[in-house]
């Protein structure tokens, strides 16, 4: 009986944790990148009927499965609620994170995760009634605001709110469909997330979108990106630069559809990008053609965007700060040299 | 035949004795005394006041097209049925592929019929077991596919009543058996299993299943080994066992201290083995004595199943608002899905616990106590 | 005693473990982010509470809210249970069938879907806030919620609910989920309460009833004096374990909104990304209840054992 208790012992105190493989040969050899996603925002990652999944979040995956798989197509995606999301990544369940995710200081420093680099330029805002009357966020004095927990959302309301010595009410939810129920139904006179959320609400959610506004001001930054787990530097150069790579083919005018042409293309830049002079692909430990792949498999930033939120899609964001730098934007890649 | 004339005889018989009359009934039942019968017209009153404006609501005003517009133009005078016509699928299936929809309900018919089954003492014992276990592969085959031509799907996009029903069976069969062994540890003879299973039980039983749920779910994975990980489906699967266990092992552990010492003693001195005498003695004797508090739990894990909605699943309760508050035409309309789905639960919650009141008629096995 | 050391060893040894599979992943551990700021507001709450207050104050707001929601509905769980439960033994067929069907349909719904429905009939059927129904003096129902005066502000004595711009403004608030959390967790659990009190008494023995009515109690006394001390015995052990799931089952007020200790908890991890520290303190937090509620209901069987014998 002694040894079955020292046995029952040994089991419990057998749970230490294993040492993690390289995270790129893992996604070699079970031929499958595991990408965690939201579980869903229309543009940025949803599963349509099919359970095919799309969006902006999703083609990031997309192209980091092309350039390390040479196929789009072999993606596990797990959809992550906000507090999945980052235990998901830390456990190793997900080789990368590719969910609307702001890079904050904390986040960065103490969750054992990296960002890698910023696909898109949000900040929160505010989507009111029209009758209200109200035109910027100062009036809402007293207001009670709807809010989904999980998100920067509630924190940099807090923040903005007692910078302006203003009092407000937050109404937490659980559920974005709660949150979203109990602002139509008038529970709160305001409603608040990132605002390229706030203009798919207002056109898809609102029982008469004419009825709702969303307020100028923006009351944090809210940039998202691609997170890795921390102590893998090759798997966290290679999700970089891919993003960096769908920024540069914009940048050179390379497009789905030129593709092949480019490849012909006698400057310098366009032929390391995509390696038909220098092999930029063997410092990253993947092929000679990996930026190529992404872009074949996705397009260029631009065309990715385009077609998830901007004019293509039903969201019709603006590029305001997702333009490239020299076309008034912030998205400047460093050189692929 | 002797039998039933005999019956008939005395139910003729006690007709003519007793004769009650209609007034005789009335006055017992209605007005036996002033407060009675103040009770019996205050309730009255009640029901003629509200009973027309109810049943107005519920059939007469209401709107069964699946027709938002004709919804919106009764005002909610009447209830609008039409949502649960235009929405069943999504309700009943979540996010299922629409085309595929067809495996779920084949699933839940299959695994329905095998508990009804049961229930209704249909088929022998052998057949049982065997249609059980043919039943539950046969449900995760035809919900996650990739065999037999069948595509696969992910249990992501599992949802819906197949979802409740099988976070429900799955929790209350398998803990089943960890119940059983934790209750045993509990009362063991060895200081360290019966400590370690008293404190299991304690401990879970002393917090929330929505606590449960979120360590299931958003804590497991970290401690896991790294590189190793587990469907989130089959994590909260896991949560709901362990809870649902912790309390079914009280019950079977009431059971088993039910059973009179002089059992024990009988068992030895027929010279029984200790597992001997637990297998043929005192097992089916306590199991016997507990299974109307173990219908119990298993409404309780029915209703439960609907907590997993708060970690992100589209089980009955979930689906029904990844149907309804995601469009602005439909969404004032979630009343009648919670009546919908609550009729749903209702059946089942309520076929269990009579299930469980007949056993105890047909057994008759004593109350146990609460 | 014993087992409360080992529930706080278990725990220890629990936290240790995935401290040290996060402390090898670099993922930060450890309590030390209760004492910073929380950053987040919380929407209404007893004890006084600012963004810039810290997390470990914002959770105890948290617990204040659960126990503010869940004492009153112990306490109204327990007159409705106890008279459905009477009701259930009256000769009046009308009255005994309606509180037999109240038990059966309140029992047989799972408490999540009664609160998700209390909560949409509350928020979807009373006016907007602008437009909020005077019902008294300085007394508005709406969407926003029941606002009243309350005591304090800085006017006077009472401090008096107005209309403000769009909101009401001043007194105190009983919120939408305030209400729908305490209407659901009451009505559900008052069928529970129905049920131990009708078996508590239907266990005594036929004689008892029989005897009183023949010294000429009338029914009221009988209850009063003969059924109820008696029962009182065997209902008061299940009815505090009622009670206690009532406490527990106010968790899912994360589902509706209302800041109780699970949802400040849950926010806290979504701002800290601490996990394993979050729902650690939501466990032990209950844990803590658990006992105490068990001590209670101890101390509670002794005293009305005494009571009974006094009776």
């Not at chain 1, 995270?23 to 009927?49: E, H, N, P």
């Not at chain 3, 266990?203 to 009221?220: E, F, I, K, N, Y």
């Not at chain 3, 006992?291 to 009776?311: H, I, K, N, V």
Request: with cysteine; aromatic share 10%; net charge positive.
């Amino acid at each position: 009986m002694r040894t079955f208790q020292i046995a029952v012992l040994l089991l419990l105190f057998h749970l230490t944790p294993a040492h993690a493989g390289k995270t790129l040969d893992q996604v070699r050899q079970r031929a499958q990148l595991v990408c965690g996603v939201s579980t869903g925002v229309i543009g940025f990652s949803s599963a349509d009927s099919q359970g095919r999944w799309n969006g902006f979040d999703v083609d990031v995956c997309r192209a980091i499965a092309a350039a390390v798989l040479n196929d789009a197509d072999k993606i596990k995606y797990v959809p992550l609620n906000a507090q999945q999301r980052f235990t998901a990544l830390q456990s190793g369940e997900v080789d990368l994170l590719s969910r609307n995710t702001t890079w904050t200081l904390t986040r960065d420093a103490s969750l054992g995760l990296h960002f890698t680099a910023i696909t898109y330029y949000d900040g929160q805002g505010f989507l009111v009634p029209k009758k209200l009357r109200i035109t910027s966020a100062k009036q809402l004095k007293n207001a009670e605001i709807c809010v989904q927990s999980g998100t920067t959302t509630e924190k940099n309301l807090g923040d903005w709110f007692k910078a302006q010595g203003i009092k407000v009410k937050p109404v937490v939810f659980e559920k974005f469909e709660a949150s979203i129920k109990a602002f139509f139904s008038g529970r709160c006179q305001a409603y608040t997330t990132d605002a390229s959320a706030l203009a798919f609400i207002r056109s898809k959610e609102a029982p008469q979108p004419d009825d709702y506004v969303v307020l100028p001001e923006l009351i944090s930054k809210e940039p998202l990106g691609p997170v890795v787990r921390r102590g893998d530097d090759e798997w966290f150069a290679i999700v970089k630069w891919v993003v960096f790579a769908l920024i540069e083919a914009e940048e050179y005018g390379i497009t789905q559809a030129n593709l092949e042409q480019m490849k012909a293309s006698t400057d310098p830049a366009i032929q390391r990008l995509l390696g038909t002079a220098e092999d930029s692909g063997k410092l990253l430990g993947l092929e000679r053609d990996w930026a190529a792949r992404a872009i074949k498999a996705v397009g260029n930033y631009g065309e990715m965007f385009q077609r998830n939120v901007g004019s293509g899609s039903p969201l019709k964001l603006p590029r305001a700060l997702n333009a490239l730098w020299n076309k008034g934007g912030l998205l400047y890649a460093p050189p692929i040299r | 035949m002797a039998q039933r004339l005999a019956g008939a005889t005395q139910r003729a018989l006690g007709a003519t004795l007793m004769k009650p009359t209609t007034r005789d009934w009335l006055r017992r039942n209605l007005f036996s005394n002033a407060f009675s019968s103040v009770t019996t017209l205050a309730l009255l009153a009640a029901a003629l006041w509200w009973l027309p404006g109810l049943i107005d609501w519920l059939l007469l005003q209401a709107v069964f097209r699946p027709d938002a517009a004709a919804c919106e133009a009764v005002h909610h005078a009447g209830a609008c049925w039409g949502v649960v016509a235009e929405k069943y699928r999504v309700i009943l299936f979540g996010r299922y592929p629409y085309e595929q929809q067809w495996r779920p309900l084949l699933a839940t018919v299959l695994l329905l019929s095998v508990i009804l089954a049961s229930g209704l003492r249909l088929l022998p014992r052998n057949a049982l077991l065997a249609a059980w276990t043919l039943a539950l592969p046969g449900f995760l085959l035809l919900m996650g596919g990739g065999w037999f031509g069948l595509g696969r799907v992910g249990s992501d996009q599992w949802g819906g009543l197949p979802l409740t029903l099988l976070l429900a069976t799955l929790g209350m069969l398998l803990a089943l058996p960890l119940a059983l062994l934790v209750a045993l540890g509990r009362l063991s003879g060895l200081p360290l299993l019966r400590g370690l299973c008293t404190l299991y039980v304690e401990l879970v039983r002393g917090v929330p299943l929505i606590s449960v749920l979120f360590l299931a779910s958003f804590l497991f994975p970290i401690i896991l080994p790294q590189g190793y990980s587990i469907d989130v489906l089959l994590r909260v699967q896991a949560g709901i066992v362990l809870f649902a266990a912790a309390y079914l092992s009280e019950t079977i552990r009431g059971g088993l201290q039910g059973v009179p010492a002089g059992q024990h003693d009988a068992a030895a001195a027929l010279g029984l083995g200790r597992w001997q005498a637990l297998r043929w003695i005192i097992l089916p004797q306590a199991l016997r004595a507990v299974v109307p508090s173990m219908m119990n739990s298993a409404v309780s894990i029915f209703k439960d199943t609907s907590l997993v909605t708060v970690v992100s699943m589209y089980e009955l309760t979930g689906a029904l608002s990844l149907a309804l508050a995601g469009d602005a035409e439909w969404r004032s309309f979630h009343l009648e899905g919670y009546l919908f789905i609550g009729l749903i639960y209702w059946i089942g919650c309520y076929s269990m616990s009579r299930f469980s009141r007949g056993l105890e008629r047909a057994d008759g096995i004593p109350r146990a106590a609460a | 005693m014993l087992l409360a050391a080992a529930l706080v060893a278990a725990l220890w040894w629990l936290l240790d473990v995935t401290a040290a599979n996060m402390a090898e992943r670099g993922i930060r551990s450890g309590f030390d982010f209760l004492r910073e700021p929380a950053g987040f507001a919380i929407g209404e709450s007893l004890l006084p509470f600012d963004s810039t207050d810290s997390a470990l104050w914002a959770l105890a707001a948290g617990l204040a809210n659960t126990l503010r929601v869940a004492l009153p509905a112990i306490l109204a769980s327990t007159l409705l249970g106890t008279l459905i439960g009477l009701g259930r033994l009256s000769p009046n067929l009308l009255l005994r069938g309606l509180c037999a069907g109240y038990v059966e349909t309140l029992r047989n719904v799972p408490l999540l879907l009664q609160l998700l429905a209390w909560y949409f009939v509350v928020t979807d059927l009373l006016p907007l806030a602008s437009e909020a129904l005077q019902v008294a003096p300085h007394v508005f129902l709406s969407k926003s919620g029941l606002a009243i005066p309350w005591l304090g502000g800085d006017a006077g004595v009472f401090d008096l609910p107005l209309r403000g711009e769009m909101n009401i403004v001043g007194g105190a608030t009983l919120t939408p989920e305030f209400l729908a959390l305490f209407l659901g967790l009451s009505l559900y659990t008052a069928a529970y309460v129905a049920e131990t009190v009708r078996a508590g008494i239907q266990a005594l023995p036929r004689g008892q009833s029989d005897a009183a009515l023949a010294l000429g109690l009338t029914r009221v006394q009988l209850f009063r004096l003969v059924l109820l001390p008696q029962a009182l015995r065997s209902i008061i052990p299940p009815l505090t374990n009622q009670h206690l799931s009532l406490t527990k089952n106010a968790s899912l007020a994360v589902a509706i909104g209302y800041p109780d200790l699970v949802s400040v908890a849950n926010t806290t991890l979504n701002q800290t990304g601490r996990a394993a520290e979050c729902i650690a303190l939501i466990m032990a937090v209950y844990l803590i209840l658990s006992l105490l509620t068990a001590w209670l209901s101890a101390w509670l069987e002794r005293r009305s054992g005494r009571w009974a014998q006094r009776s």
